[in-house]
């Protein structure tokens, strides 16, 4: 299918959609439809932020929590595209992308995987994207009204030849280190909220703001390093330690903490002979203790952990500015805002894009790092492993939704497992819309509306939850979840008790292995057989662009 037939497809689906089918279980009455603004972080571990137990100062992420509601079982798809693709479309991303199942022939996902955009558009919303798009097709065939597209996660700071503005009219860099990512999607984003307020201000509005801090290259600018400049000389084993307390003494979690796993790292990463050698003695390969290091792998490492709290503490304050402009536009009351990360703190460690300068300042443009095994771990207490996996360290996501007009609580806790695939139906629910595809060819949406925990009420959920991302698997019911480390043998946790994954049960309850087991299986078929007779389709390329 070409671009001006999916175009026209879709928009026959939306015509015959406008208003069609069952009512919401979200009743507003006559009141203005809310605006949404999602907020998606890149790599963000789940204590990184203050009100998940984190150090790092979010001011304005913590606001967002101590006003709205933090899930503390939410869960992401573990990896950038796939969570993406997820939130987004509604959709696992098994079930429309040819390489996460075996024995798919497809180019990119079927016509009938639409995104949020195309499903708001007959009810009269604008959409606007500014970040990391990183699915498939360009986003403005996605159904956005604005786009400014930045998929470079190889670079964060970004010269005035690299970072063009709106018309590609250069963009005057505010630091002279230079244009910062997350500075610039801010920015991109306030334009198009001020474009909105000006000439569309009766419609209400989409937004989606994708940032791509903290993923790798740590990189930030020096005078806000130098904010946590020793505070990491105590170690990844402490930092632990006092994120888990937090935790507990929050409600948020309240198992045990993981033991580190220093013998599962990326295939890919650099070897420990090459790191010592790109980027010197201070570099370290595995999450050891901390105390087996030397004193000048301390100081390295402690580095590298400033560098990831700065970004995040930068991100934190772009998304204040963002929230600023919604206040502006006298439409923050009524705009659900929802914050969550694409996967978990990310192990890997690699050089890409520019290359590395050892001479250059750790954190500089010129410099690549990699925030390591050892950090990553800290950065997801109180769970096992990283970005990829399937274990609670890779999938788990702080998740925080806020709408002042519309949730009453303050603050509270809300316990429920909850998916990415979550956000499409909640988002119809709130728009009031049916929750279901737009083409009658498609299958059900994979997620439920969350609305009814604004009350505290259950999320009503019948399937169970589903992972599959390189050969890791995973899946969850109720508080069982069992998952594998590639294709190894599965592994059963009781999450009720155990979220650090630390005491497998396989041998205990051999039926819920075999009920879990069987379920896992159907559905990844289920997947296969119906991508089998899904056509090729032929899309251009979705780089960075600006519109």
Known sequence: MNRRDFLKTSSLAWGSLIWGGALSSCSLGGARKPNFLVILMDDMGFSDAGCYGGEIRTPHIDALASNGIRFTNAYNAGRCWPSRACMITGYYPQQIRRDEMPGIKMAARPSWAHGIPEYLKPLHYRSYLSGKWHIDRPPEVAGFDRVFSYDDTDHHFLSTERMQGDENQPINPSDPEGYYASAAVADHA????????????????????????????????????ERYRDRYLEGWDSIRQARWKKLQKSGIVQSPLSAPDPDIVFPWNLKRAKLKEKFGQGEVDKAVPWESLTEEEKHFQANKMAIHAAMIERADREIGRVIGQLKRMNVYDNTVIIFASDNGASAEQMIRGDGHDPAAPMGSPKSYLSLGPGWSTAANTPFRLHKSWMHEGGISTPLIVHWPQGISARGELRHDPVHFVDVL???????????????????PLAGVSLVPSWKNKPVSRQDALWWCHR?????????????????????????????????????????????????????????????????????PSSGGSHH
């Open 425 to 443: 139906p909640t988002v119809l629910d709130l728009a009031r819309s049916p929750i279901r595809p737009l083409q009658s060819e498609a299958p």
């Open 190 to 225: 306030i334009r198009y909220l001020d474009e909105h307020a000006r000439d569309h201000s009766e419609k209400p509005f989409f937004c989606y703001l994708a940032l791509t801090e903290p993923h790798f290259p740590l990189q930030a600018p020096q005078k806000e390093i």
């Open 471 to 539: 050969g890791n698997r995973a899946i969850r019911k109720g508080k069982w979840k069992m998952v594998t480390l590639g294709d190894g043998e599965w592994a059963l946790y009781d999450l009720d008790k155990d979220r650090g994954e630390m005491n497998d049960l396989t041998t205990q309850h051999p039926e819920i292995v075999k009920e879990l087991k069987t379920a896992w299986e159907r559905k990844g078929q289920s997947f296969i057989e119906r991508l089998k007779n899904e056509p090729e389709i032929s899309t």
